[in-house]
Nanobody
Framework: QVRLVESGGGLVQAGGSLRLSCAASGSILSINTMGWYGQAPGKKRELVATITRGGSTNYVDSVKGRFTISRDNAKNTVYLQMNSLKPEDTAVYYC?????????????????WGQGTQVTVSS
């Protein structure tokens, strides 16, 4: 069984910073792409940032230059450093990962979601 658990969300004032973490655990052989998605109230969940196992990154335009995604493959953990936060960044942030499961590598990777962590940016 594979689980993704996010942490690091909270309340911060505009201009502040937060660092989100997402740790994957369970029957994991390796993880390919990991990412962060944000969902504001009444909005669709949208991609914020992704990172491949090799470290290649992609960001939604609105966070470029402010957010940095990184990962520690040895810990099966992905991070999102969020700087210069704006009220419009307020959302539930969900971790996503393409996991190669132990004993099931022949099936290819399997996509998992975390439960989400709330980020609230006040003005």
């Amino acid at each position: 069984q594979v689980r993704l658990v996010e942490s690091g969300g909270g309340l911060v004032q505009a201009g502040g910073s937060l660092r989100l973490s997402c740790a994957a655990s369970g029957s994991i052989l390796s993880i390919n792409t990991m990412g962060w998605y944000g969902q504001a109230p009444g909005k669709k969940r949208e991609l914020v940032a992704t990172i491949t196992r090799g470290g290649s990154t992609n960001y939604v335009d609105s966070v470029k230059g402010r957010f940095t995604i990184s990962r520690d493959n040895a810990k099966n953990t992905v991070y999102l450093q969020m700087n210069s936060l704006k009220p419009e960044d307020t959302a539930v942030y969900y971790c996503n990962a393409d996991v190669i499961r132990r004993g099931l590598a022949y099936l290819g990777d399997y996509n998992y979601w975390g439960q989400g962590t709330q980020v609230t940016v006040s003005s």
